[in-house]
């Protein structure tokens, strides 16, 4: 409670008061239907005057206790709760002093507005964290993707080693055949299938 509202530590008696305080007048288990204050005192507790520790207040000066342009009120922090519900323990930060007043004003907006803030970051963190998750998660499904199967490498290897051949070796026959298909000499190729187109050659070769 100190720490959340940055209070010095020597007021720690009294933030230790007000949370007794407080749960005296409330329902902490499901299975309690009475406050301790209830149980105690016989009727249930006053919740109206509760106001939220280390809250600003402002005290009203009396007359009597200022002249005629000083301030109407000076600025507390609110501690505690007096012997009544109409008295209040209040922290003036100026005389490091702890007074019980009755005549007090209370500004709980700022209070609740910073309550509400740290709510949503606290939400904003928790979503933030959750997508860092799913990020990271995404991650190592991603690097843990399955490869290709154990020796498919080889498989591949050995199917572009045996195309290579099966190319080779048609390179080969054709190569071959085409070798067959020239004659060797006059005699062949004036014998052969085309011994015609062969003899025109020849006479265009000696009579160009």
């Not at 530590?9 to 409330?26: D, G, K, M, Q, S």
């Not at 803030?117 to 991603?142: H, V, Y």
Request: overall charge negative.
């Amino acid at each position: 409670m100190l720490h959340a509202r940055n209070l010095p530590r020597y007021l720690w008696a009294e933030a230790v008061h007000t949370a007794a305080y407080l749960l005296n007048r409330i329902l902490n288990r499901k299975e309690i239907t009475k406050t301790q204050y209830e149980e105690w005192v016989g009727r249930r507790p006053t919740v109206e005057h509760l106001r939220i520790f280390g809250c600003d207040a402002y005290v009203h000066i009396p007359d009597q206790h200022r002249r005629k342009f000083d301030p109407k009120t000076r600025k507390v922090i609110f501690v505690g709760y007096g012997p009544s519900i109409k008295m209040f323990r209040v922290f003036d930060t100026n005389k490091h002093r702890v007074d019980e007043v009755m005549d007090v004003q209370f500004n709980e907006l700022l209070q609740k507005r910073l309550v509400l803030i740290a709510g949503e970051e606290d939400s904003w963190m928790e979503t933030a964290d959750k997508n860092e998750d799913d990020i990271l998660e995404d991650d190592k499904t991603e690097k843990r993707a399955p490869g290709p199967p154990v020796g498919s490498k080889n498989k591949i290897k050995v199917i572009s080693n045996a195309l290579k051949m099966e190319l080779c070796s048609k390179s080969t026959e054709r190569t071959a055949m085409l070798a067959a298909a020239d004659p060797l000499t006059e005699e062949e190729a004036l014998e052969g299938a085309n011994a015609e187109k062969w003899e025109e050659a020849m006479l265009e070769e000696i009579n160009p």
